[in-house]
């Protein structure tokens, strides 16, 4: 299936489960949405206890499309303090959340922190594709997430890739900078 038919689906499906028009999300990530696919390869490690893959971050894009390794295990999402593996399943992509589908569900759906542990004996090799929003899109959460009950949590971005560059480098959560 092509990827871009992946993400309209998608955005249509999370816009329709918070009960909003359907191309809410698909529209403010627009006609001009970029994908920047990425190739991991992570070597054998002899000390994985020394050396990570991947440090802890949170995606910058709306949505990550990753194909993981087929055989090797290495990504772990953190939830309340503790890192779970994620398991592999064979002949399946992983969607994961990135930050400005945090910020367009205006909290309700979460860009998880993950990072990838090396492996001692085995090579990893991944593929992720991040989906992003083009460079002349405001991301901002959508209207109808926002209530007296349910105050408005980010602030409008754009180009928020470039913002996240800087903060991975200093190891910061970029979704710090976008809130109110
Ligand atoms: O290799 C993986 O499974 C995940 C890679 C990842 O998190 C990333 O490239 O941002
Ligand atoms: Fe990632």
């Given amino acids: 299936m092509k990827q871009r038919v992946v993400i309209e689906k998608f955005f249509k499906a999370m816009a329709r489960s918070l009960e909003l028009e359907e191309n809410c999300f698909l529209e403010m990530y627009g006609e ?3 994908m920047n696919a990425r190739f991991n390869f992570f ?3 002899p000390r994985p206890d020394k050396v990570i ?3 802890p971050h949170a995606d910058g894009s709306a949505i990550t499309i990753l194909l993981p390794d087929k055989d090797v295990e290495g990504l ?3 939830k309340d303090g503790k890192w779970y593996k994620a398991p592999i399943v064979p ?7 990135g930050d400005q589908m945090e910020i367009m569900s205006n909290g309700i759906y979460k860009s998880p922190v993950h990072r990838v542990v090396t492996n001692r ?3 990893r090799i991944s593929v992720a594709t991040f989906c992003v929003p083009g460079p002349d ?3 901002q959460p ?3 997430l926002v209530s007296e009950a349910r105050p408005r949590l980010y602030k409008t971005v754009t180009k928020y890739v470039e913002l996240h560059y800087k903060y991975y480098q200093q190891g910061r959560r970029t979704i710090e900078a976008a809130l109110i």
């Fill in 142 to 144: 959508a209207e109808g």
């Fill in 137 to 139: 899109k405001e991301i």
């Fill in 121 to 123: 004996e085995k090579e």
């Fill in 91 to 97: 002949d399946t992509i992983l969607i994961n959340l």
């Fill in 53 to 55: 893959g991947i440090k």
């Fill in 43 to 45: 070597p054998p490690c």
């Fill in 76 to 78: 772990q999402f953190l």
């Fill in 32 to 34: 001009t949405a970029i």
